[in-house]
């Protein structure tokens, strides 16, 4: 919501949404995510296949040229692998 109302970055809310999904899979799978690159997440855990899917997608707007790309639509992903988490 900040991000859409003009309030933050686009690019810091990429990040600020990898950050929250990273945070979350360290707190449940015991993981260290921020220092696995994206084919550690894919490859450490069965379970992380979908954080790693949520996280290529978070790539382009957090190190990519266009720094507007749309955050709404990988950050619903996010929360819905979040909110599906077993």
Do not use: C, N
């Amino acid at each position: 919501a900040d991000v859409e109302a003009g309030r933050l970055d686009v690019r810091v809310g990429h990040q600020q949404v990898s950050r929250v999904v990273r945070d979350f899979v360290d707190q449940h799978a015991g993981t260290d995510s921020l220092t696995m690159t994206l084919s550690d997440l894919g490859s450490a855990d069965p379970r992380l296949g979908p954080v790693a899917e949520v996280i290529q997608r978070l790539y382009p707007g957090e190190f990519g040229p266009d720094p507007r790309l749309e955050l709404r639509p990988v950050a619903d992903a996010a929360k819905a692998v979040i909110d599906g988490w077993h």
